[in-house]
Structure formats: C-alpha cells, structure tokens
C-alpha cells in the first residue's frame, strides 16, 4: 500500500485530499528562483497563496529575494570601495509554485510590512517596497546573519 492511498474495507481506493498535506511553503522559507529573469537566485517568501486568488488561479507567493548578491571584500580595501561592494539589490516579485525549489533554510525577518498587498499592481508601491527590503537585506548581510542567502549559487 502506498502511504498516499487508503484502502477502504471493499476494496475501493481513495487517494488523501490536497488539504491533508503539510503546507511548507511558509512566510520567511528561502527558495531558489528556477525561472526567468531572476533564475537561480535567492528569495524568502513574504506571502503564500496556495489555492491561487481571483486574478491567478493557481499556486503561486510574493517573494523578495536578491537581485545582485554583494561582492567579496578583503581587508586591504579601502572604507569607500568596501562599502560600495556591500551593497545588495533586491526585486519583489508574485511566483508560481512551479517556478521556485524550496530549501531547507528559513530566515526570521518580517517583510509582511515592508511589503505591500497591492506591490503587484501599483508601480510605486513596488518601488517603495524594493527599497524597505534593502535597508532589511542590507542589515542583515552587514551583521552578518544568514550568511548563505547573501551568496551567490555556484552552479
């Protein structure tokens, strides 16, 4: 018996509904990005429609990830060129499922409210959001937590 399927007592096979499975696709789950313009890159996931919504109907979240990771630094680098190589670029962006692979890491900042619910329709909304997310990423990356997701994939 496959641990998918329940057998019933006359022999009629019922396959488990979608609802019965673990929802892992979380606010704060880093993903990597596996299609179009920011492929390959690193996310966390803001907000999370499994059932689709009225305008996409299927699975898909709002995602803020980098768009360009920051450069290695050495010691001998003066102030200005060190900070200028600091920096991160990040996008906001509505993804489907089928287009992202979850990882196993998870990162515990709140961008719920540096990210706007209508980021997807308004252009300046977007823009004001991209903005917050840096100031949260770039924090993040000069205090030296979640070291992984500030590094680009080699692959």
Same mark, same amino acid.
Request: charged residues 30%; positive net charge.
């Given at each position: 018996?496959?641990?998918?399927?329940?057998?019933?007592?006359?022999?009629?096979?019922?396959?488990?509904?979608?609802?019965?499975?673990?929802?892992?696709?979380?606010?704060?789950?880093?993903?990597?990005?596996?299609?179009?313009?920011?492929?390959?890159?690193?996310? !966390?996931?803001?907000?999370?429609?499994?059932?689709?919504?009225?305008?996409?109907?299927?699975?898909?979240?709002?995602?803020?990830?980098?768009?360009?990771?920051?450069?290695?630094?050495?010691?001998?680098?003066?102030?200005?060129?060190?900070?200028?190589?600091?920096?991160?670029?990040?996008?906001?962006?509505?993804?489907?499922?089928?287009?992202?692979?979850?990882?196993?890491?998870?990162?515990?900042?709140?961008?719920?409210?540096?990210?706007?619910?209508?980021?997807?329709?308004?252009?300046?909304?977007?823009?004001?959001?991209?903005?917050? !997310?840096?100031?949260?990423?770039?924090?993040?990356?000069?205090?030296?937590?979640?070291?992984?997701?500030?590094?680009?994939?080699?692959?």
């Amino acid at each position: 018996i496959c641990p998918a399927e329940l057998l019933l007592d006359d022999g009629d096979e019922v396959l488990f509904a979608q609802e019965d499975m673990v929802k892992f696709l979380k606010p704060g789950k880093v993903v990597i990005i596996t299609a179009g313009r920011f492929a390959g890159r690193k996310a !966390v996931i803001v907000k999370n429609h499994d059932d689709g919504s009225s305008d996409r109907h299927f699975g898909h979240c709002l995602v803020a990830g980098i768009a360009k990771y920051p450069l290695r630094i050495t010691k001998d680098m003066g102030e200005k060129r060190r900070a200028k190589r600091s920096r991160v670029k990040p996008f906001v962006k509505v993804v489907n499922y089928n287009h992202m692979m979850p990882t196993r890491y998870a990162i515990d900042v709140d961008l719920k409210n540096a990210v706007p619910a209508d980021v997807t329709t308004n252009p300046s909304a977007r823009e004001a959001a991209r903005k917050d !997310v840096k100031k949260i990423f770039q924090e993040r990356y000069v205090s030296g937590k979640n070291k992984w997701f500030f590094t680009k994939l080699r692959f």
